[in-house]
């Protein structure tokens, strides 16, 4: 049943370790968010003989699990510190799906925006640069949010290459107090207490986007 | 119990999926495969070891299936249960359903596997492993999924409700024939993302013992020494299976949309 002291004892570890989580999840998604770009500007802009294959790639690595993908590279990279090789991991799953985001928001830019630049004469990356981007990534806000939660949900894994975040910390302190019920239901409420008004927040930016 | 080794804390159960035994209380994070994986030198060839090991790689397939299609099938019931009750007049059915979806989704599933398999059994309630994983997929999926049949419904067009209701249908009736129909033609493709994320999230139950495909390949992986082509291996099968899932999915959706009579769809 349910102990008070465990639970005030396990507390301290479990925030210690979120300082990690929170950490994983900003830095993956930086990875992410940029990655993601040059993936959706590549698949839009580049030769066929270079979109195809990394389209091809990117689509491997979205239907494939991120652990698996953790074993594979933690095995496959071992000069790499667990978080950073966690956050790199991390980053290259989400880009894969932020590029797809990403595309449709390019798709989104009016196809006037185009033929003014090209009317303007503007050299091809300042008309992606000044011109498009701005414009489509304003757009994909709110998707680009609901990622950022989702990856925030799957730092976790990174438990399984020895980072010591949050559920690494409450799975310790778990197996050496005998104390599951208590570490892990507060790590539930941490990632509940985090992601929901995070969740709101991104809902809110799109009803207003969308007005 | 001693932290072992990633797959050795799993050996002890049994390569079978009729083997499972009761969750023994494995202690800590599992340790990930030994990173200096220098090919032993009595190491058999990866080609050789892999036509020993196919049937077993068989059984672990058809555990991450089993996996797949049993927390697909609880996501799904779940699914249609908080959507249509998201969608619900009544506002205490309306609140109950979002608490539910929003707890599920705000609680990451690696969390609630976790608690499923080590804080349950300290409430004394015990699940076998793989019912742990079927049970944490189906609901945290059904959460999302909930979502996803509530803004189905919500746009299906008003006046289709309307005209049903002129017609004198009663609510059941109208859902079933008129809303639900037109609401699943649109449900299919959200659905297709979810079930693909599913299958991809049922690796995950190797780390609460469940001899699954994930298993079975590390199994080897450790027996080889052949890192690369395991796990290269393991990715592929993933990507095969999300494939076949997809073109499954696609040819529902086009026969859902045939019998609309929106013809030529996707």
């Known amino acids: ?35 993601g770009l040059v993936l959706a500007v590549v698949g839009r802009a580049a030769p066929r003989w270079v979109a195809a294959p990394v389209g091809g790639a990117a689509a491997f690595v979205r239907s494939t699990p991120l652990l698996v993908q953790l074993f594979a590279a933690w095995v496959l990279i071992p000069a790499l510190d667990p978080l950073a090789l966690g956050v790199l991991v991390l980053g290259v799953h989400y880009a894969t799906y932020l590029s797809e985001v990403y595309r449709t928001g390019i798709d989104a830019v009016p196809k006037g925006q ?97 007005h | 119990m001693s932290h072992g080794q990633w797959a050795e804390t799993l050996v002890s159960h049994g390569p079978s999926a009729g083997a499972l035994s009761l969750p023994e209380q494995v202690a800590g994070t599992p340790l990930p495969p030994a990173r200096a994986s220098g090919a032993t ?52 059915v309306r609140g ?87 609401a699943q033609a649109l449900m299919i493709a959200p659905f297709k993302n979810l079930l693909v994320q599913l299958l991809k999230a049922t690796p995950l139950l190797s780390l609460v013992t469940v001899p699954d495909l994930t298993f079975e390949i590390d199994q080897l992986r450790s027996a080889t020494g052949d890192t690369a082509a395991a796990y290269l291996l393991l990715l592929a099968v993933y990507g095969a299976v999300a494939a076949v899932l997809s073109l499954l999915m696609n040819a529902l959706e086009r026969s859902a949309k045939a019998r609309l009579g929106q013809g030529g769809g996707a």
């Open chain 2, 41 to 92: 030198e009595a190491a058999p060839g990866f080609l050789a070891e892999l036509g020993s090991a196919l049937p077993r790689l068989g059984e672990g397939l058809l555990v991450t299936v089993e996996a797949t299609v049993l927390g697909a099938a609880l996501a799904l019931v779940l699914s249609y249960a908080l959507g249509l009750a998201a969608g619900s007049s009544r506002g205490l």
């Open chain 2, 96 to 182: 109950g359903a979002r608490v539910v979806v929003e707890f599920f989704r705000g609680t990451s599933l690696y969390v609630q596997l976790f608690w499923l398999f080590f804080a349950l059994p300290m409430l004394g309630f015990r699940l076998e492993p793989l019912a742990c994983g079927v049970l944490a997929l189906g609901l945290n999926f059904g959460a999302y999924g909930a979502e996803v049949v509530r803004g189905a419904v919500a746009a299906v067009p008003a006046s289709q409700s309307e005209a049903a209701v002129a017609l004198g249908m009663r609510p059941g009736l109208r859902l079933r024939r008129v809303v639900l129909p037109q």
């Open chain 1, 114 to 210: 185009w033929e003014a630049c090209t009317a303007l004469s503007l050299p091809r990356h300042r008309t992606w640069r000044a011109v498009v981007l701005p414009q489509a990534v304003r757009n994909v806000l709110p998707p680009l949010g609901n990622y950022a939660v989702s990856l925030f949900k799957e730092t976790p894994l990174l438990s399984v290459i020895t980072v010591h975040e949050m559920v690494h910390e409450a799975n310790t302190f778990g197996s050496t107090h005998f104390a599951y019920l208590e570490s892990f239901t507060l790590a539930a409420a941490v990632f509940l207490l985090a992601s929901w008004p995070t969740s709101l927040l991104v809902r809110r930016l799109e009803a207003r986007l969308a």
């Open chain 1, 1 to 35: 049943m349910w102990d008070g002291d465990a639970a005030l004892t396990a507390l301290p570890v479990v925030l210690k370790g979120f300082g990690v989580t929170l950490a994983a999840t900003v830095l993956g998604f930086v990875v992410a968010a940029v990655l």
